[in-house]
């Protein structure tokens, strides 16, 4: 049904308007995933494949990556819809637009995204407002929220590590985890932050901030690009070795096409991106997290991801693709 949907309605749709229709509808529709569930559209996921993680009870492997819900509208909706976690952002510090429009495409044929959006939202201090708001109920405590975080546009790199800490300290109280975002390619010079010798301040400063505005340690992790070379991969993962992160997450959108501007998402990301998962895990050893993503829409897709090595998943271009059922189809299949 959602595909006849999608063919006859939302690819006719431009992409942006399509994106905030989809989340005014999770926003006011809550009610429609607990419906297909029970009608076995989207099974609700076996409680005892649950993945324990941080001292986190996760639902299922599969939770909705960063970009979807940049302004934290939609967390509860998506987490019903059968996500076990949602990440929210990216966030910076100060408010704003974004880069120019038109800045998103789908690719359909390739049944990917391509977006050069830039960081679109509206600061960390609204951000924290409602996570605050969220936090507020007993059931809000209970989702698992993860928080993307960026630096300003207007930000030149040697300041970036002050972005980032004034972020973690807006919004390290309300995350289950803090993920910095050094790998968007719509940013200028935002991935030459993936250098060691420029992250490791950066995440110096956001461990301290976070754990600092929170009273405890916050889960962090670093976003990374697909584009980078292996080399580069091993550099940065020994470097969260070194600081003792709780993991990383792999990978983020790739420049690697001729489409376009901007980075693509979707099935063309996946080989790349199971090679970073697997590269990663075996310099990592077996104790940080890997939250795998890129391409991931099936099964099998998924099962590749967490055999490489990722503990685990996130996805965001097949929900636009496969419909409000995927992720509880498949956070089901997974934990079945």
Known sequence: ???LIFS??????????AHHGWLLLVRCGSWIAPLLRKVRLAPSPDPRGVVRVWGLDFAGPLGLAAGMDKHVATVRGHIRMGFSHVEVGTITPKAQPGN??????????????RNRMGFNN?????AAHRLARLRKSRSGRCLIVGVNIGKNRVTPPEAAA??????????APYADFLVVNVSSPNTPGLRDLQAVEALRPILTATREAADASAGKRVPLLVKIAPDLADKDVDAIARLVKDLGLEGVEATNTTI????GPGGLSGPPLFPRALEVVARLRRVLGPDPVIIGMGGITSVEDAKAM???????????TALIYEGPAWPGRLNSALTR
Do not use: I, N
């Open 1 to 3: 049904m959602y595909r």
């Open 8 to 17: 006859l309605v939302v690819r006719r749709l431009p992409t942006e308007f």
């Open 100 to 113: 120019e429009k038109p800045r998103a495409w789908r690719e359909v044929p390739l049944r990917a995204v």
């Open 122 to 126: 509206k600061g960390a201090e609204a």
């Open 162 to 171: 002050a972005d980032y800490a004034a972020c973690a300290t807006a919004l």
């Open 256 to 259: 690697s096409h001729d489409l």
């Open 306 to 316: 967490l055999d490489a090595g990722a503990t685990l998943l996130q996805g965001y």
